[in-house]
């Protein structure tokens, strides 16, 4: 459920963002309620659950461009997850779903699962074009969470690499999944490239990271082959005049990028601490 626009978290991220608080303050505004034994005993997973969308509400709402506002909500995320846990009367450290506040960051992973599993679930066209806008946003901010690790996504960059790349065009949803593609190239694409992270599948699990139609690899997770493979059908895709205008140059923008990054890239010495200067190399790419 989104909140409400004059919810007072979005008030505190608004000020955030504006630079009227910094991100300590507003972090521990944010979490307060987690701090009185009451309120927490009360509805933990609900308090969680709202304080996680009112930040992908915003994140939504956030052009998936602007390197400052995500930034902010990126480093907001973090500062929550390194506050100090409340605890109980027995001094343990509060846990919700048998997750640890607030290093495990609990609920956030369900929350942003309900998300993906949201969209498109619109069905007029101007609606449509919203909800794309705000997808691709979305996919930019998770594309940054993963690329400095302060929680694990990676799978969610193969499912949007996958319905984007790995099934034939068939119809305008494609204008959306491209793009929120793209937004995966341009600031998780280091760590794509020099993943060989797999995984599993089979009865229990399922198939998670399954290659789609196109796909004719047998690796379940990521692999220099499937790189190779995302990177011609952005090359396809560039070219391919049923897609918007705008979707074909940001197509051709990732196969820049993802030179780019094969040029540059020493394999398997990729680190969150040289990210920095991957993202001033991608803002050169991207700003043509």
Partial sequence: MAPAEESQQLVFIDALLAGRANLTVTAEQLTRWAYDPKNFGDDAEGGLWDLWSTIN???ERTKSDDAIAHGKLVELVDAIKHLESPTNDAGEK???WEMTLWEQLPVFGANMRESWNCAFSLSRSEERVVRRERWINLNAFVARLTAVRIDDFELYAIWQLRDALEEP????????????AVQWILYCGELIYTSKREYEHGPRVGDPARG?????????????????????????LQHYEKLLPETRELAGK?????????????FDNYTPSNQNKYNIRVHSLVSI
């Fill in 57 to 59: 509400y915003k994140a």
């Fill in 94 to 96: 509060s846990k919700c």
């Fill in 169 to 180: 065009v068939e119809d305008s949803s494609f204008d959306a999944k491209i793009p929120a």
């Fill in 212 to 236: 789609g139609e196109l796909w004719k690899g047998d690796k379940r997770g990521f692999c220099e082959e499937r790189w190779r493979f995302w990177k011609s059908r952005f090359a396809e």
């Fill in 254 to 266: 990732a196969v820049q990028v993802m030179e780019s990054i094969e040029q540059s890239c020493i």
